[in-house]
Each structure stands twice: as structure tokens, then as C-alpha cells.
């Protein structure tokens, strides 16, 4: 007899509670899981965290004044005192790298989250009322989608910016208060205003959709049979589920929203000096950069290096929370 047909037939064990605590897995701890093993998606992640740190406590880290000026280090190459050289002014790159990085994530997320407001509500009470609510949301969403988004972000910069600081310099003349002189500012609330009104109708219509496709659960049924308020079925029942493709959009909308405020400063009606951005970088170096590439290359690296890890990171939380995707 064959070793083979001697052994005996190997039975496998199921562990009922093992089975359990599969069954019982959420959605969220699913995602996780397979979020881990997409390591394009966690190295996104690794960035996207960095990023974010370095925008928290870089300017306090920075080795000099991002406005400091010494022009006896002027285009000075890399050094231990300037690690990433220095620019025209004999500033140091990387001070002002560290600043930009502060202008950028604060583009990012006050954009995403003015958006994100906007869109949500919009999104959610459109789909819930229907009717002509529906139909006059979606035509404003459609015709903010219609219009092509840089040239009307460059339209909102460009003709507000002027009347608003004719209209301070009128205030500070009839008020003498001196902050309404401090006008730096303006540059931070037009890009966010004017990055929010492209983005909100993607998340609206994202947000709407979700709602049609909630509205037909029995929960949701089951909750207005017992009268509750459309605000209650809302807030309460329709957002919680319609999460999971929101968080993609979301993170989807901070690198979009990176991308934007670099390519406004950099045609010169973004953020302006002296505040840092790494758009404005660029614009300052592009005529020297056959010279001295070390100028430019700093900020168009750092800049492509945070849209891929925002895609990567987006990309990786659309396949960990869509189960369809996975066997």
C-alpha cells in the first residue's frame, strides 16, 4: 500500500468563530485591509502624511527667514548652509519650500472643505426634495461644469482683486484703521472662493447620486413612514452611507486643488509675494532655469511628486471601499 493510501485524509477545521468575526467585518475594516496590500496607495499615503507635517512645522524649522535676502549668496548651488541652493535674492530655497508648503496645504484643505460643504448639502437636498429643486440645482451645477475652470478662476481673481482693495483703501481712509491696509490676505480668500466654485458641482453631483440610489432602502422608507424630517433623514441616514465615495472625491479634490493654486501663482494672479508659494517659485526662476535648474527644480519635483501621491492615495481608497472590485 502507497504511503499516499496509507495517510489519512486531511479534514479542515472551521473555526466558528473565526467565521464570525469575518461576517461581521465592516466596510471600513474591509477597506483597511485591502488598502494595506496596495503599496502604491500606502506610499501615496506616507507622502500625503509628510506633506502635511512639513505644512504644520516647517516654516517653524526653517533654517532661515523665507524672506531673508543676501545677495552675496546669490544662485549659490547646494551647500550645507542652503541645502536646496540658493535664488536670485540669495534666499534659501528650502525656507521657502517649507513656507510654500504651509500655502499649499491650506489651499488644499480650506478649498476641499468649502466644497465639500457646499456640495454635500446642495447634493443631498437636491436628491432628497426632486422635482424642480433638483432640476434648478443640477442647471447651476451644469452651467458652473460648462465653463472651462482656470479660465474662470482667472476670471474671478482678476476682477475682484482690484474693486476690493479700491473699496479697503476707501475704508482705511474713512476709518484710519490699519487692517484694512494689510491686503495679503485677499490672495489666500479669492483662491479659496474661486477653487470652491469650480470644485462643489463634481461633489454635488456625486453626492446626488448616491442620495437617488439611498432614497430606495428600507431604512430610509421605513424612517419617513414614521414622519421623521427630511433634514433628519439626511443628516442621520443618506451622508453616513454615501461616505465611502466621498472620501475619494475628497482626496481627489485636495491634489486637483494643489495643482490649481501652483499653476495660478505661477501666471502671477494666485498667492502673491511676499507670501511663499511654490507657483510663484517657479514663475520667478522659468527665465534662469537653463542656468540654474536647481531653482525650478525644487518646486516642480515637490509639486508632481504631492499630485502622484494624491492620485495614488485616491486610487487606493476608490479600490479598498468599492468591494466589486475585489473577489
Known amino acids: 500500500m502507497s504511503a499516499e493510501t496509507a495517510s489519512p485524509k486531511r479534514s ?21 485591509r485591502r488598502f494595506r496590500r496596495n503599496w502604491l496607495a500606502v506610499g501615496g499615503l506616507f507622502v500625503v502624511i509628510a506633506f502635511l507635517i512639513l505644512a504644520l512645522v516647517g516654516p517653524h524649522i526653517a533654517p532661515y527667514d523665507f524672506l531673508e535676502q543676501n545677495i552675496a549668496n546669490a544662485f549659490g548651488g547646494f551647500t550645507v ?8 535674492l540669495g534666499r534659501d ?33 437636491s436628491g432628497i426634495r426632486g422635482g424642480r429643486t433638483d432640476q434648478f440645482l443640477m442647471w447651476i451645477s451644469d452651467l458652473i461644469q460648462a465653463m472651462p475652470g482656470l479660465l474662470l478662476v482667472i476670471l474671478i481673481n482678476t476682477t475682484l482683486r ?31 472662493s474661486a477653487l470652491a466654485l469650480i470644485a462643489w458641482p463634481g461633489l454635488a453631483r456625486l453626492i446626488r447620486g448616491q442620495v437617488l440610489s439611498i432614497n430606495e432602502e428600507d431604512y430610509v422608507l421605513a424612517a419617513r413612514a ?5 433634514w433628519h433623514i439626511m443628516l442621520r441616514h443618506v451622508i453616513p452611507n454615501a461616505l ?12 486637483g486643488a494643489v495643482t490649481f493654486e501652483a499653476t495660478l501663482s505661477f501666471l502671477g494672479i494666485g498667492v502673491q509675494p511676499p507670501n511663499a508659494s511654490w507657483g510663484s517659485m517657479l514663475n520667478e526662476s522659468l527665465r534662469l532655469w537653463q542656468v540654474f535648474p536647481h531653482l525650478v527644480l525644487s518646486p516642480a519635483v ?11 492615495l485616491g486610487d487606493g481608497l476608490n479600490d479598498a471601499l468599492d468591494p466589486r472590485r475585489n473577489s
Open 226 to 230: 414614521l414622519g421623521a424630517s427630511e
Open 12 to 32: 479542515r477545521v472551521i473555526d466558528d468563530k473565526s467565521l464570525s468575526l469575518e461576517y461581521h467585518r465592516s466596510l471600513w475594516q474591509d477597506g483597511a
Open 81 to 88: 548652509e542652503h541645502p536646496l541652493g540658493a535664488d536670485d
Open 244 to 255: 465611502g465615495p466621498l472620501v475619494v472625491a475628497v482626496t481627489a479634490s485636495m491634489g
Open 302 to 312: 515637490t509639486i508632481g511628486v504631492i499630485t502622484v501621491a494624491f492620485v495614488f
Open 162 to 192: 482690484r474693486p476690493i482693495i479700491n473699496w479697503f483703501d476707501q475704508l482705511y481712509e474713512q476709518t484710519k484703521n490699519p487692517f484694512y491696509l494689510n491686503t495679503l490676505w485677499l490672495d489666500y480668500v479669492l483662491v479659496f
Open 93 to 125: 530655497v528650502l525656507s521657502r519650500m517649507l513656507h510654500g508648503a504651509r500655502t499649499a496645504a491650506l489651499v488644499a484643505f480650506s478649498t476641499t472643505a468649502i466644497s465639500l460643504v457646499i456640495g454635500v448639502l446642495l447634493g443631498t437636498w
